[in-house]
């Protein structure tokens, strides 16, 4: 398959590095993820199959990119569910769309502009797409995530406390064990340097330590002598409480999400190359993973929770407004939090096999297809025997950020995050509507062409399926 290259408005010189690699080919796969706690995606696939070659890597990016002009062809609206094989190029679909984006652009500035913003008419107007040129996704998704409340006036209040609340979980939980204990020692004279000072206190700590010309430690400065080290401070301490003990045990996790991080959209210049703006955004999605783990012990990371945070982080990052744009980071580990909140029982193996576990969500999902769909949900399951884990289970826990390029995957993104009732029922029926649009294909096919479809979902109309999903809860409601 030919790739097509990355939407230029993707990669602009405002963050692009000129010296920066070529775009890796798929030939060009990353090393297999490790067999590590976070990695659960090959427990799914099936346990013999044909497609000896198929890549199943959660990081390579394998459908093909739109150019920009056609990215959201708006469909002609249809009362009829049918499969959908080709695109719509047509010049009055474009302009069409361009009108569309236009007003709706208008009208989304209209409702940010108020008081006190209408979350039920600003997830309406999201849900039908939010257009890329208005530089408002950013404050839209925090609105649709709760993380900004509606009322306006006390945006500024709540926007500090959580930056603030998030500048005290990076000194707290991202500070090496050596240089915390250090400052439990010398708090005489560490209290008042900042974080960013670090350097110079581990150098000043090092000369306390190792005086020079003969001198003396005096009494209440430097480091403590071994017998009045705490016990919980002890490298050596295997106590739970002790730091050196759970930095060992995170230290596993944090390679794994470096690991993660740097296979995280190699096409994009803003995810990956030299540039400075590169690091420091890859640096961005390492802290927030870090934090989450620490924070949440019962799920830690999972393999592919860079893939979901790295759409929060573009848009926000990319916010016009200065200050939410030098915040993003901040702003990003909360939103992520939320949206996680809605799905992390799909990322607990001890709860896979639960009713709110990701074989639950699954079977949802099958229910679905044999509600609106029995002749191809029999198909796929009885006839061909393609056990839907095989596809959807990647489909569920990254959001379909793996089945479409990165400007098709936010636009899905608006509709998932518009849905009152949290992003899962969206996403099951997004889902769902991707299997009608290809059913075609899937009857004619067998167990290998279909699972091997489903496992690379061919280049689609986003409109159109988003169209399609909606249609499917319209016709659950009767």
């Not at 404050?139 to 959580?162: H, M, N, Q, R």
């Not at 995050?417 to 769902?432: A, F, Y």
């Amino acid at each position: 398959m030919v790739k097509k290259r990355v939407p230029d408005w993707l990669n602009s010189p405002m963050w692009s590095s000129p010296t920066s690699p070529p775009p890796k080919s798929r030939s060009q796969s990353p090393p297999p993820p490790s067999s590590s706690n976070g990695d659960r995606i090959g427990s799914y696939l099936p346990k013999s199959s044909s497609i000896a070659s198929y890549d199943y890597s959660l990081n390579e990016p394998h459908v093909t990119l739109p150019p920009p002009a056609s990215i959201r062809p708006v469909p002609t609206p249809r009362t009829e569910i049918r499969d959908s094989s080709t695109r719509s190029s047509s010049s009055d679909n474009d302009i069409t769309s361009s009108i569309d984006d236009v007003s709706r652009q208008a009208e989304l500035l209209q409702e940010l502009s108020r008081k006190i913003v209408n979350i039920g008419e600003l997830r309406r107007l999201a849900s039908l797409g939010i257009p890329d040129a208005a530089g408002i996704r950013s404050s839209v998704w925090k609105l649709l995530l709760a993380y900004l409340p509606s009322d306006k006036g006390i945006w500024l209040s709540e926007l500090t406390k959580k930056r603030s609340q998030y500048k005290h979980f990076k000194e707290d939980l991202l500070m090496n064990p050596a240089f915390k204990a250090a400052c439990v020692c010398t708090n005489s004279w560490i209290l008042n340097v900042s974080v960013a000072s670090q350097s110079e206190i581990t150098r000043k700590l090092e000369d306390s330590a190792y005086p020079k010309n003969g001198d003396q430690i005096s009494e209440g400065k430097g480091l403590l002598a071994r017998s009045k080290i705490p016990h919980g401070e002890h490298p050596l301490s295997l106590g739970k409480t002790s730091i050196w003990n759970r930095f060992f045990q995170d230290s596993e996790i944090i390679e794994q999400i470096d690991r993660d991080v740097k296979r995280t959209h190699p096409d994009m210049h803003f995810f990956s190359g030299n540039s400075a703006s590169a690091k420091a955004n890859q640096e961005s999605l390492k802290n927030i993973l870090i934090i989450y783990a620490k924070l949440n012990p019962g799920i830690r990371y999972v393999q592919g929770m860079n893939e979901i945070l790295a759409p929060l982080f573009y848009v926000l990052k990319n916010d016009p407004n200065e200050d939410y744009a030098v915040n993003a980071e901040a702003d990003t580990f909360f939103c992520f939090v939320e949206l996680l909140s809605g799905f992390q029982d799909n990322f607990c193996q001890q709860l896979d096999n639960s009713i709110v576990g990701i074989r639950s969500t699954i079977s949802k999902l099958s229910q679905l297809l044999k509600k609106h769909d029995e002749e191809l949900w029999r198909h796929l399951e009885v006839t061909t025997k393609v056990n839907p884990q095989f596809y959807a289970f990647r489909w569920i826990t990254l959001l379909l950020t793996q089945e479409f390029n990165f400007a098709d995957s936010l636009h899905i993104w608006d509709a998932l995050l518009s849905d009152p009732e949290g992003p899962q029922g969206t996403l099951l029926r997004v889902c769902c509507a991707m299997l009608i649009l290809v059913r075609r294909r899937l009857l004619a096919g067998d167990f290998t062409a279909n699972l091997k479809l489903l496992q690379s979902y061919p280049s689609t109309n986003v409109s159109h399926l988003l169209y399609v999903a909606n249609k499917l809860s319209s016709h659950s409601t009767h």
